[in-house]
DNA sequence: TTGGATATTATTGTTCAACAATAACGGTGG
DNA sequence: CCACCGTTATTGTTGAACAATAATATCCAA
């Protein structure tokens, strides 16, 4: 059976419905690598390829997040669309598709005419999103219902924080952190509360980037969710909840510290 | 005093200060119209001369947004790059750099290779927002400094739906109900709650706009507001909270049987 | 007619080259 | 030290071109 298309006001098309299923067959095109970087080049293509439907542009996006987290790049740089196109082997314009959604998220800072910054974090974004995570995962987690299935998540996170621990890659303890409390949040059970709170950590994690001694900034934690987990899942929510928020207002203040020592305005 | 660049890893630059302050003299270009749609190409052109400094690609954006609260878009309806490139008298590369915003606050859906679809909000969509209203609108309320600036936003948003009632401007209450709760979210102080809590209005407003009988959708609220405000600025911040709560439940119910009704499955 | 495979077409994805516009830089002269 | 011009590198934007793909139309056989 078909449908019919309708067009309406000039500019645009309204889809009514749509025919029959279609042939997927695919065949990798042939793709030249040319000078420096070909591994990271070659890996964007390869991506793509494997990725479903994804536009190369949220690669690109995906890869320069990946670059951001890894700290490889740093608050307050400046990143050039010629320079590192070239590195990605991409397009300027492809590169400013990626820009307009890492910008959206607050990963970058988009100043017209004068370039595209990794955003540093300023002291008063550090408290807004302290306040925020104190909004959101107290009450997300008082009012959860046990059984939920991101409690699972949470105990995992913390094995693996623990785990993280013993190796000493703190690097890899503040990960699993960020997933215990990603995973209460989860708790809420709503989709866009979730890709906020991504948000807010990815944010965070760009001022962890500037501070000298991670182990202070994560080992401490490992500790205090698994009381938090403890408490909750012994049935307290109020009391998990009222020991999260004691816990979050202190590493607030521990991250103040070290930003004012450490990732300061002189980045 | 000047300071020096350096240079970091490849594809990016570092920078550490800057100069002195520069001139700002500038000509504004002349831009030919071609044919069709001249006025909004020529609109297009001159806010961005006039706005300080935003980038063509973020005009574009706007306008776009101002098309889809407008109704002009409808959920569902397809943006052709090329057709509405050219209606906005844009190419096609600035259009799809505005789209990536556009998707990413929500108020469009890329299917890749498919193009670009303003987001018809699923049911699950309703129920997700009005649960995030019901969890972040209460708290703020209740948590609230009675002498917060933001008051004074909210009493004038109930004042204007009054007046836009009187005229019978449905859109108009609907708008100015929308400023009283984002004054509601205000409270919080929070720059990134604000911005969060816009998307869902904007992402709400998709779900009104197939809606076919405004009036029942808004007139009614009016009073609500009121009532809400008051019992707030009596000082009985628990009770408006209670009421706020009440309210959204019941609107939620509202909206849910009006897309079952009107802008359901088959748009 | 039905169903499935193949060709066609319109659109999106991406690159490239070119130019305009601008901010930063360097110098000059007071 | 400061204000005033050129220079220059970068971003902003366009248009054309081609590749890749989804949707459509066509065809062929059962």
Redesign the interface.
Known sequence: MYWTLVA????????IGRGRACRMGVEPGTWSARE??ERERQDMKRQSEEGA???L?ETVGDEIRRLLVDG???P?????ES??G???GVSR?TL???F??L???GLVT?R??RGV?VTTPSLASLI??Y??RR?IEC?ALRDAWPGHPAVRRMREAVDQARASREREDWGAVGTHNMAFHAAIVAL?D????DT?YRQ?SAELRLAFSGVADPQWLHAPYVEMNQRVLTIFEAGDVDAAATLLEQYLSQSERTVLAAYARDGGPDA
């Open positions: 309406s006001s000039p500019g645009v098309t309204l889809e420096g970087h439907g994804k536009a542009g490889e790049l740093v307050g740089q400046r990143l050039s320079a590192l070239e590195r990605l314009n400013r598709e990626a307009r959604s910008a959206h998220e988009h017209p005419h910054f807004d999103i306040r925020l909004f009450r809420a709503s989709e866009r509360l906020f807010l």
